[in-house]
């Protein structure tokens, strides 16, 4: 084992999240509202997901599946497809169609894509619908209030602001979001949810890790000392026709957020199938938390199931500091990025600079340099300064020398044994705690930290490969050689860690590092790593193995694009 000198790394988070090893696991991504394409936002929620599935499945912890899908049901959704002049199922159609296309193309491991229009689901929430009523849950009364049709809910008179509409006529709008919102009074079946209060609460207690990261949990509590009134769980199918019946009573329309919420249990087989699976845990943005901790929980007690597991949060992408909107037309196209920067890098960013307890800025500069720097650069320059001819003419991985880096108990040890260095000592310490740091972080889901200290560990390789200056070493002098070989071999192994602690994150360019090393397919799993075994005296399969095929740089540096040249010439 090495030994840790200093720490210099990031402390892992203490606590453990989502993705306990040994049992199956349903992770889900929120469903998406058919009403427009996706952005840059969905992408990110379905990432986080992705790289936590990807990540899980690597680490040996158990079937897991991954579900995501869209959300087609709703006044907002009928009334987007009659201002398109189109009718709710074609647009869902093509717009489910663009979603499922983007996860896909940004190589998002969906097990399962669930549409609320399906059959299947529709089953599900009539069962679903049966359960709540059969245990006593929902009861039928009248209920006004200012609904807002953005957010699909009705909303309390402290989450509203007075403002004028386009024709100057005072109206109110959510707090929140800006949307108008309308005055509505209806008959409904209205569930118990002020009954659920002290669940919810012990819940919560019993979980402390239940809704992370903590911010957002205590949000959640707060709530719960807040008031909570029975929710309003159908519509009048006089004003909504776009939704799955209440069974039984046709005059009514289940309330889009319940029906959108079973999702979770209809991808898993409810009513029959969904033991194994559940409960499950769901990535969400933080405008949805209180649907998914507080209404859903509830609900999903009501029917007699258990709450799900964990609800990760995430909050929300800007633009150059602005919210996203369509109104201020600044939505950006996931399709274009992907375009513009590549899959790989694409993901990269997002995961890099995403920061699930606070909002992030997106601006063009910012992928640029975060991307180049370390993909292209550091990543990319490693890699092909450790794999150049001159410097490995034979194109295999070299022999470790233990007489060159001989194993200390503690860098301090150092002096006049071998060639490292104390700093090579630490370097390599720091490496050798990756793979552990790095799944602390994914299961805290602190992606961008376990990126963070990728990046350092790589910088720290570069350091040590250039700190000693292999091209420099004679080698026609057997002890030469035989350093040089060792500054090689310890460098692909660094590599060698990278590329397989990045697969989830950056699954291409991994799979393009690791075949350039000649790491098999089934040497990739984050199980069975183990860094420099040679030099604790172990035998490493790699050494002396013929490196895969160059098939060219690894990540070619993005180049500003045309559109942002022009705009900085203006400037
Ligand atoms: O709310 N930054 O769907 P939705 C980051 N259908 N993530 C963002 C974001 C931003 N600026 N904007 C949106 C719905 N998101 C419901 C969900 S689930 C049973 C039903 C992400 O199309 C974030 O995950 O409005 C947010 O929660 C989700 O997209 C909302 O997507």
Request: aromatic share 10%.
């Amino acid at each position: 084992m090495l030994r840790l000198p200093r720490r210099r790394l990031p402390r892992p988070p203490r606590r453990a999240a989502c993705t306990g090893p040994g049992r199956r696991l349903l992770l889900s991504t929120p469903i998406f509202y058919a009403n427009g394409p996706p952005h840059i936002g969905h992408l990110y929620s379905a990432l986080l997901a992705d790289a936590l599935h990807r990540h899980r499945g690597l680490r040996g912890a158990g079937p897991g599946r991954l579900s995501t899908g869209t959300d087609e049901h709703g006044l907002k959704i009928q009334q987007a497809a009659a201002a398109a002049g189109t009718s709710p199922p074609e647009l869902c159609e093509r717009v489910s169609g663009l979603f499922r296309q983007a996860l896909t193309q940004a190589g998002v491991s969906f097990t399962d894509f669930v549409r609320t229009s399906q059959p299947r689901h529709q089953r599900a929430v009539q069962r679903f619908w049966g359960a709540l009523r059969d245990g006593g849950a929902l009861y039928k009364g009248s209920y006004e209030g200012w609904y807002c049709t953005a957010e699909e809910c009705f909303l309390p008179e402290s989450q509203l602001a007075e403002r004028r509409d386009a024709q100057g006529r005072p109206c109110k709008v959510s707090l929140e979001t800006g949307h108008q919102v309308h005055w509505t009074k209806e008959e409904n079946y209205m569930f118990r949810l002020s009954a659920f209060r002290d669940p919810l609460w012990k819940w919560l207690q019993e979980n402390p890790h239940a809704v992370s990261p903590d911010p957002f949990y205590q949000r959640v509590l707060r709530w719960l000392e807040e008031d909570l009134p029975d929710l309003s769980v159908s519509r009048e199918s006089s004003r909504l026709q776009w939704g799955i019946p209440v069974p039984g009573d046709p005059t009514q329309t289940i309330y889009v957020w319940v029906d959108a919420l079973v999702n979770y249990l209809s991808v898993v087989g409810y009513p029959t199938a969904h033991g194994e699976w559940w409960p499950g845990v769901h990535v969400v943005g933080k405008d949805i938390l209180k649907f998914h901790a507080v209404y859903w929980p509830a609900l999903l007690m009501a029917v007699g199931l258990r709450p799900p597991e964990q609800i990760l949060v995430h909050s929300h992408w800007t633009v150059h500091g602005q919210k996203m909107s369509k109104s201020l037309g600044n939505v950006v196209d996931p399709f274009s990025c992907m375009g513009q920067y590549t899959v790989d890098g694409f993901r990269y960013f997002l995961l890099r600079q995403g920061v699930p307890e606070r909002d992030c800025d997106y601006y063009h500069e910012k992928v640029l340099k975060v991307v180049n720097s370390e993909l292209a650069d550091a990543l990319g320059g490693l890699l092909n300064r450790s794999t150049a001819l001159s410097i490995n003419p034979s194109n295999t991985y070299p022999c470790f020398s233990e007489s060159c880096f001989p194993k200390v108990s503690d860098s301090r040890e150092t002096k006049g044994t071998g060639r490292a260095s104390a700093e090579d000592y630490e370097f390599l310490a720091s490496v050798a705690s990756l793979p552990l740091q790095v799944a602390a972080y994914f299961e805290g889901f602190q992606i961008y930290k376990a990126l963070e200290c990728i990046t350092l560990c790589v910088r720290q390789t570069n350091g040590f490969f250039q700190r000693h200056r292999p091209w420099k070493l004679d080698r026609k002098d057997p002890e030469e050689q035989l350093w040089l070989d060792t500054i090689i071999h310890v460098t692909l192994e660094c590599l060698r860690i990278f590329g397989t602690l990045l697969q989830p994150v950056i699954p291409h360019t991994a799979d393009k590092l690791l075949s350039r090393l000649g790491v098999e397919p089934q040497e990739r799993a984050l199980s069975s790593l183990t860094f420099l075994p040679r030099y604790s005296g172990k035998p490493c399969p790699f050494e002396g193995r013929q490196l895969g095929p160059d098939t060219g740089i690894l990540f070619h540096r993005l180049e500003k694009s045309r559109e942002h040249q022009r705009e900085t010439k203006k400037l």
